[in-house]
T-cell receptor, first 111, second 115 residues
């Protein structure tokens, strides 16, 4: 029979636009969150992280927002470039050193 | 640093054969993780070690899978005997709480196909 894989949500944007990728997490005890970028054929690459005592953290062209009230995490990418095309994973950690990954969002950037 | 190094990058093997995947973590990192990624299940944590000691192997699918970490710079994930449903990308990752502050770094993966 035909296999059914994970259906990754896809966000399609134009080059130069800002992108917002969202993630809902499940464990209210999670105290550390990471965004990873995975390009085709490569391993997940760390982008930015945030601890639960913060609600916003900025990096180079990226911003992570954390809303603990609704258990929501978002990654904002400014001036999106074709090289940003990838699958983006949020990951949460509760307890010690055991990350739990979300299913991922595919970002497609059109020139 | 060279990052997490995995080998082989690609392997095609016949059902029933033994498969050994290897990993060299980032020097100084005291945590090592093995993940599996498939289209069906996404990224799954199989097992992780702290200071070479297995801490949580609850993600290991069955007895055909085993992992060892004989020293701080080397780990193996073995599948014996392999089955077609084991086809996946296997990632090794490492972390050093005193070095990188809880950030887990991944290798490039070992792409396994069992036919």
């Amino acid at each position: 029979g035909e296999s059914v894989g994970l259906h990754l949500p896809t966000l399609s944007v134009q080059e130069g636009d800002n992108s917002i990728i969202n993630c809902a997490y499940s464990n209210s005890a999670s105290d550390y969150f990471i965004w990873y970028k995975q390009e085709s054929g490569k391993g997940p690459q760390f982008i930015i992280d945030i601890r639960s005592n913060m609600d916003k953290r900025q990096g180079q062209r990226v911003t992570v927002l954390l809303n603990k009230t609704v258990k929501h995490l978002s990654l904002q990418i400014a001036a999106t470039q074709p090289g940003d095309s990838a699958v983006y994973f949020c990951a949460e950690k509760s307890g010690f050193q055991k990350l739990v990954f979300g299913t991922g969002t595919r970002l497609l950037v059109s020139p | 640093d060279a990052g997490v190094i995995q080998s082989p990058r690609h392997e095609v093997t016949e059902m029933g054969q033994e498969v050994t995947l290897r990993c060299k973590p980032i020097s100084g990192h005291d945590y090592l993780f093995w993940y599996r990624q498939t289209m069906m299940r996404g990224l799954e944590l199989l097992i992780y070690f702290n200071n070479n000691v297995p801490i949580d192997d609850s993600g290991m699918p069955e007895d055909r899978f085993s992992a060892k970490m004989p020293n701080a710079s080397f780990s193996t994930l073995k599948i014996q005997p392999s089955e077609p449903r084991d086809s996946a990308v296997y990632f090794c990752a490492s972390d050093g709480t005193g070095v990188s502050g809880n950030t887990i770094y991944f290798g490039e993966g070992s792409w396994l196909t069992v036919v």
